[in-house]
């Protein structure tokens, strides 16, 4: 592990950097690819997951510091240091990591899987057949796509698009010694690895099309041969407030997107230095922004490995059981809408299935003759989505469908967009949120004629509307038809989609206007209370200064603070005299652990508890430049359930990560990765379905915690 260096002497030395922190987090996801214990391709895949993430980074949080930078801009944030500081100790962590992923796969991940007959092989590898077979399918499916593009007087230098693979070299005219340097873009619809042979054998096409290269340049010496490939900005911004079509504003932003300005050159080992000066001097960039590789460029191709079908080396599969009382449900052929007229439901994905709840409830009021209305947010979905094909069906037979789709949801937009068009199609009025602010909440709400008049029957989500995703995140769900949340939820559709200044809401935490207070209040009673406060945070990243600081004043109050997080943490938890009394954990697993679970032990008076689960992080962003919706969990057996949940997760024998004040992460519990916290939810959740349908009243659901 990493230990971060001394912070300067005042202030700051209460908070960790931001992007440093961030850092630590993807060193943690790589650090499971050195878990003996889980699952070699399942390793394989942790070590694609590290690339992405850290392509992510440079494309919007490096791009940020060096928009800084250019912009003069010299404030320096809560943690003591400038842009000019952070992109100098980002640049040395990332080398460093970039490092260690080289060394784990190249000494343990690589030869582990030779060892079950799974290789990269480079050609030079190749027998004789093998290359002749490659070459005929060179000349058949790689050729005619490859455009050879030089660089002279006549010919400029190309544009290279972001995360674009390229092969460089130099081209030498035999007949009058002319050198030319020229690129060639490797074209993103091509497989990135070809297989060699069915045993689970690959070779990168870069490497073929190198091996071919003489063919592209008749009567040409090509020399030195290299792959590289150029990082831009990716980042959108977007002022809606002088947007007179918001759309049209993304649209032209996305194709914007692809001229961002480069911040990372990534280059094979190797390369002359005459020819890294050249490019980095025509991408205007430094020295310290090229990163050297002893690997295929753009590991995120490991996935393509991590996925092969060798049931031995992956994960045994968790199928998602279908929550007790919906299975009871479905068996006495009862809607949905009756279980949560009786009751409150609570899912937890992916354990417990979101095909069988969440797409369940918005397919069943697409169909339902009853159902009047349909609302729902979306943040993010997949291009092939059941919830917004029923929306589209729920709309062509007379149903009202209002949806909010956010068209800022970074690399999500042109997804969002599509389907804003294919629901303004089919007749679904269509929203873009509110001017200056990110609609990130998970609310869906559906109005249906009962006998005893219209009742409201709302979802509100910590993940997003989105089915491939809810295979991997785990969330958290809750349906419910309880009068006075439904009345909060109908006021904030109508603050979305109209014209109005919402100024309470009676149990739901809302942003920007509601959520920092409401959470601010909750820590001060917890604080107020003394040594017998309790307060458990169950977040993605914790990077609000002023909520850190409310953390701190409860800690020296003597309140006992449990914090999960995933991601970020910018506190410093065990400093004598600040939060001595703050724990900080972080969890890693099969699932990417992203619900939002707020616990406050004596929130609502002295031993009764606060429980509210949302989208929400505590980050500036969430709190105050997002509509963001944290609703409260009022049944005891619902809150029994989240206990159960965060008992697994606070165990100390299982396997997690602990933050110490230096800033450095340690791996605790249990050395072998196996009966982790999330090994046994799922087997705690199927045992609740098993009990449920063996031995629940199906109209009462008294034995279930769901």
């Avoid at 993807?26 to 070699?40: C, G, H």
């Avoid at 968790?318 to 009756?338: H, K, Q, Y």
């Avoid at 909060?488 to 959520?515: E, I, K």
């Avoid at 959470?519 to 040594?531: A, H, K, N």
């Amino acid at each position: 592990m990493l230990t971060r260096p001394p912070y300067p002497s005042g202030i700051e030395e209460r908070f960790f950097n931001r992007d440093l922190s961030w850092l630590a987090f993807n060193e943690r996801v790589l650090s499971l690819a050195r878990e003996t214990a889980i699952p070699l391709l399942e390793r394989v895949k942790f070590c694609a997951i590290f690339s992405s993430n850290l392509d992510e980074f440079f494309q919007v949080r490096v791009a940020g510091l060096k928009n800084q930078i250019d912009d003069g801009i010299l404030f320096h944030g809560v943690d003591g240091r400038s842009p000019e500081q952070v992109l100098a100790e980002v640049s040395a962590t990332v080398r460093h990591l970039v490092v260690e992923q080289e060394e784990l796969l190249t000494t343990i991940i690589l030869p582990a899987l030779a060892g079950h007959g799974i290789r990269l092989v480079a050609w030079s590898d190749l027998d004789e057949p093998t290359c002749e077979r490659l070459t005929k399918e060179f000349r058949q499916r790689i050729f005619p796509v490859l455009t050879p593009l030089v660089v002279d007087p006549a010919h400029p230098f190309p544009y290279i698009s972001g995360l674009a693979l390229s092969i460089g070299a130099t081209v030498v005219d035999s007949a009058t010694g002319d050198e030319r340097f020229t690129r060639l873009k490797v074209p993103p619809l091509l497989p990135r690895l070809i297989e060699v042979d069915a045993g689970g054998t690959f070779i990168t096409v870069e490497d073929v099309i190198i091996a071919h290269l003489t063919e592209l340049y008749e009567g040409m010496d090509v020399r030195d041969p290299f792959v590289f490939r150029v990082t831009r900005d990716a980042d959108i911004e977007v002022d809606d407030e002088d947007a007179d079509d918001l759309r049209q504003v993304i649209e032209e932003e996305l194709r914007r997107r692809r001229f961002g300005r480069a911040v990372r050159l990534e280059t094979v080992a190797g390369v002359p230095d005459d020819v890294v000066a050249l490019l980095l001097e025509e991408l205007e960039l430094r020295a310290a922004d090229h990163f050297e590789s002893r690997l295929p460029l753009d590991l995120t191709c490991l996935q393509h490995i991590a996925g092969l079908p060798r049931g031995e080396l992956r994960d045994e599969p968790w199928p998602s059981v279908t929550a007790g009382r919906i299975l009871a449900a479905r068996e006495a052929d009862e809607p949905i809408f009756n279980l949560i007229r009786r009751r409150d439901l609570v899912v937890h994905h992916p354990y417990e299935s979101f095909q069988s709840s969440t797409e369940a409830f918005i397919e069943e009021a697409s169909r339902d003759p009853r159902v009047q209305s349909i609302k729902m947010t979306l943040y993010r979905t997949s291009a092939d989505s059941a919830i917004m094909r029923n929306l589209i069906m729920a709309a062509e037979r007379g149903v009202q469908v209002v949806v909010l789709v956010e068209l800022k949801a970074r690399f999500d937009e042109a997804i969002n967009l599509s389907w804003a068009r294919q629901l303004e199609r089919a007749g679904v009025h269509v929203m873009y949120g509110i001017v200056g602010l990110k609609t990130h909440a998970k609310v869906a709400m559906v109005v249906r004629d009962e006998p005893d008049g219209l009742r409201r029957y709302v979802h509100f989500g910590t993940g997003n509307y989105n089915a491939e995703t809810a295979g991997m995140y785990e969330d958290i769900g809750i349906f419910t038809c309880n009068p006075e949340i439904a009345d909060d939820t109908t006021r904030l559709f109508n603050h979305l989609t109209g014209f109005s200044r919402t100024n309470w809401y009676r149990h739901l935490l809302v942003a920007p206007h509601f959520l920092r207070r409401g959470i601010v209040d909750l820590i001060r009673r917890e604080r107020d209370t003394g040594t017998n406060g309790f307060i458990r945070l169950k977040i993605n990243s914790l990077a609000d200064a002023d909520m850190i600081a409310e953390l701190y004043e409860a800690s020296r109050a003597g309140v006992r603070i449990e914090i999960l997080v995933r991601g970020i943490c910018m506190l410093r938890p065990g400093v004598p005299g600040l939060s001595e009394n703050v724990a900080v954990r972080s969890i890693l697993g099969r699932y990417l652990e992203h619900s939002r679970i707020y616990h406050f032990a004596n929130a609502g008076g002295p031993g009764a508890p606060a429980w509210y689960v949302g989208s929400a992080d505590l980050m500036t962003r969430n709190l105050d430049h997002r509509v963001e919706v944290l609703t409260p969990v009022l049944l005891e057996r619902h809150r029994l359930w989240l206990e159960h949940a965060l008992g697994y997760l606070n165990d100390d024998d299982t396997p997690h990560f602990t933050l110490a004040a230096d800033g450095s992460w340690s791996r605790r519990g249990r050395v072998e990765f196996v009966d982790d916290a999330q090994e046994r939810m799922y087997r705690w959740a199927k045992d609740q379905q098993a009990r449920r349908v063996n031995e629940g009243n199906p109209r009462t659901g008294s034995d279930s915690l769901g």
